[in-house]
């Protein structure tokens, strides 16, 4: 029953955390910046493709996450909660970064869709630390991390730190996925227990079918993610582009996998297929398909390393259990595009500089959160959907 | 084989239906009304959102069914078969209610979107008698409903009763929601029997996270549900209310059943987060996202009260089983949203009246349709898929 | 160890096509042909109507085979690379068979529209030997069969043998569902081992309901489908005319299930229901909605005729096993479709021409493909997953 007490305790915090965020954003609307006013068609565009991200969160990332076993339902549902908690909060905190500058009110489509990345990262994040935290504890680290990933983008692009446009990451490589997987790492050296380092994350068919699913809808709305911020006489190359690196990565991994492992593994095929989304993320726009096709095969090379070579060592290094695997994904492949993109800006140490400055603040960040997170409940071993769901079976 | 001769016998009578409705779409093209023409753009726009529809539709609701362990085939044939039915039979009756004056043929896109609303009301209505019912009788019920569906529509928003524009129901709230879950209630108390009201429903861990599925494909595809007819310079604000109306049911699930049960419903997070989309809908058009938060909050902690205290209560009351609890997703929240509308008419009257004529009507045509569909069979314990489908297993 | 060192020979081989259709594709931005210039908008448009297409493909054509129970890995996995093989190889191929005339290159949507037509027929093709050859196997399908695609389009489309224009196949009845079925068909004639053809194909609740997840994942996109290259005033018309279709298909399968087996199949609801998609599109341009519903009708019941009477004969004349019985779905409904478009073109001699060419190119490229695909390795039963897959369980 102490259990009972403590779950609702945090239920209640939340509420009022729910209905804060409501009353504070009352009277928000239209009341930052003057409107820069995209034309009704413009708006329709990017409309489309934040319904296309929202599939990627929801089904994408929610799904892939369901691999584990026992876990299936705790997955799903943190990511409803995540998705839910964060998009209103940071709809709510941007402007006060941004001011009015950024020419983005609360019922602007351009901010649903940052809000969407915000909200993408942050699932990228906890899918390191996944199975060893309770849902309180995801609804804290969305409620910590969003205020940062929103610092970070606001150092990188806002003319803060970088001067303004030197940094080049139109999709994200950098501040959206390696944010994300760095991040993670620092959580997972806080949350992980010494028992932990040795078992094996427990899958079966059908939560692998469930995790290719997921994956399937991540590559498919890829592009809206990449072309949802492009100019329109952009979007077709960015899309096409988006595509090749996501067919070199697929195409990659079998063969990685084949040569790494002499089998396959299906978790490659779910995970390291999309390294060629994450690595073409950050000069996407700026690329020829040929290219893209060339990225996506390093990228699904790197990821597939990764996971059959680099994690377990990284795991004896940091101490931390990386569940999903997210450092192989969006960690390495995010890096990775943000080095290629040094070939193509003016001033490559500002590119450097931003990678750098991503990934220490995201490391840092990430062990300070999972400190605070570990206070409110550490576990000893990974938990079970029937820890906090009423299960019949 | 009597039992063989009978479901024959009615594949052959929706032969008909089916061949008849055909024939009588043959000579529709472009005969009825002046067509208003929406732009090439504009036509664009709303054919996305039609896809988006029917994936909510056919997956969405469809797999949000597959809940019950032993129902899944039935549960998602029967989604197909009502969608196949309902969307060509209403674009062939709606001229006839609405004449000329709606500038609708049956190759606008904007038909095809009321069609799909249709189609969206008789899958909540179904939801009720789920899994005590058979194919034929799904049929039926469909074939049944559609007009009467229209009558309702047009009674509410055709200037026949209430003035034109003097009832506020943008995406549906009152008109698609709560039509179809008390249309669900009349038709529950016809068709339960007495014996099953102690039997709970049997789930399992597969059939539930393809609900969840069906859930987040619903979730993520509702901001098209409520843009799909909203002029175009409101899209966005339209799909971002919805969007934070999800969010705060979503937060609200979680709180509301760890408060209410101790523990989390899995059922809850897959139903009860969709409440704010439900609740939305009347205002969707009229609020801001501060507000549109507060609205799904509130809808939310209603239907999650509808499924742990209201759903038992009622159900002792009508003697009719909810199967799947259309009543705490659709019917309460919907109600909800329909008065929250009350506050942003000129005339609170009207609105109110347009609450009462769908809920009476739905109610009163779901007992009525109940006892026909109860005429041509009736079973003392749920159907499970072998009774109507060859399985191997 | 043997075993393993031949797929290893085959990773690399594949990497080093991968890399090379890379390499290749480098120079060829913007190289082929004048650009005409789609409208911002009409690119938009088409874009959106390309990520629906690649749905189809990944999680439409991916989990409908995924309903053979112990081969669900394989199924999604060669979706996977068979997409990522041919959509690059299709984008490279194209302007050395099209020239300049095509003005298409490989940053333009409808390219990518083309090239995912292309991997559609390829995912019918691999339909038919499903289970019985291996990853590499599949990858040098892929390889060999998407020239000859390109080249019956080609030669049906580009006034080669028959006169430009005299050919009417909008959304590719005959040149994407016939070519790809009748290409299946030469296959399994190579592919089957005589002792498989008592074998039933073992399903399970699973992953049947895996495959009607991805049959309504076709079923709500095939709009889009048939959409995606009709011009834009066409659109309403050709979208509810597919609409109209596949409702005709989804309630004849229906009928036709209960009427021809006396229960309901579930295999025939994923499967027939989308055989009117497959029927309209040589003519979904051209005809009314309610003609649509009846070709959806007739081309439901050929399928289901397909699936209960044809196929065990068909097997038995030419020896092969149709795992999917992609003959059924989309080689005779497809043959239905091409002949009715016969009554809406000039001369309907020159549309037989189109079909019968491309029949008997497909049945004879499938049986030499076969062939050497069958030098590489044959098997006497069906592999599993466990074969090429690393399973914990």
Chains 1, 2, 3 share one sequence.
């Not at 990284?314 to 997210?326: A, E, F, M, P």
């Not at 595009?337 to 840092?364: E, K």
Request: glycine share 10%.
């Amino acid at each position: 029953m102490q259990e009972q007490r403590k779950r609702k305790t945090w239920a209640v915090i939340f509420l009022i955390v729910s209905v804060s965020i409501a009353i504070l954003l009352l009277p928000q609307l239209n009341s930052f910046g003057k409107e820069r006013a995209p034309t009704a068609a413009e708006n329709e565009f990017m409309y489309e493709k934040s319904i296309n991200v929202l599939v990627m969160l929801l089904i994408g990332f929610g799904f892939l996450m369901v691999f584990v076993k026992k876990y299936g339902y705790t997955a799903v549902t943190s990511t409803y909660l995540l998705v839910a908690l964060s998009l209103p909060l940071y709809m709510l905190l941007r402007p006060y970064l941004w001011g009015a500058a950024a020419d983005l009110s609360v019922t602007n489509i351009s901010m649903l869709l940052f809000a969407e990345f915000a909200a993408a990262s942050l699932l990228i994040a906890v899918g390191g630390p996944l199975g060893r935290i309770k849902t309180s504890q995801y609804l804290l680290i969305g409620l910590l991390f969003t205020p940062l990933y929103a610092l970070n983008e606001w150092l990188v692009f806002g003319g803060i730190i970088i001067p303004a446009g030197a940094f080049l990451d139109t999709a994200g490589s950098i501040t959206i996925h390696a944010f994300g997987a760095y991040f993670a790492l620092g959580l997972t050296i806080m949350l992980t227990a010494k028992k932990e380092q040795d078992i094996r994350v427990e899958t079966s068919k059908n939560s692998n079918q469930f995790a290719l699913l997921g994956s399937a809808a991540l590559w498919v709305f890829w592009p809206s993610f990449c072309a949802a911020l492009a100019p329109i006489d952009k979007i077709s190359l960015v899309a096409i582009n988006t595509i090749m690196a996501l067919c070199g990565a697929t195409l990659m991994t079998y063969v990685a996998s084949v040569l790494i492992r002499g089998k396959i593994e299906v978790s490659d095929i779910a995970n390291a297929s999309l390294a060629g989304g994450v690595a073409i993320g950050a000069s996407v726009a700026n690329v020829t398909p040929g290219l893209s096709l060339m990225i996506g095969l390093v990228a699904g090379g790197i990821s597939v390393v990764g996971y059959a070579i680099v994690q377990p060592k990284l795991q004896k290094v940091t101490g931390g259990v990386d569940t999903c695997g997210v450092h192989n994904l969006h960690g390495m492949p995010g890096v990775f595009g943000g080095l290629v993109a040094m070939g193509l800006v003016a001033f490559p140490l500002w590119q450097l500089a931003g990678i750098g400055l991503t990934v220490i603040l995201a490391v840092t960040m990430g062990v300070v959160v999972g400190f605070f997170v570990s206070k409110v409940g550490r576990t000893e071993t990974a938990y079970e959907d029937r820890e906090e769901f009423m299960l019949s079976e």
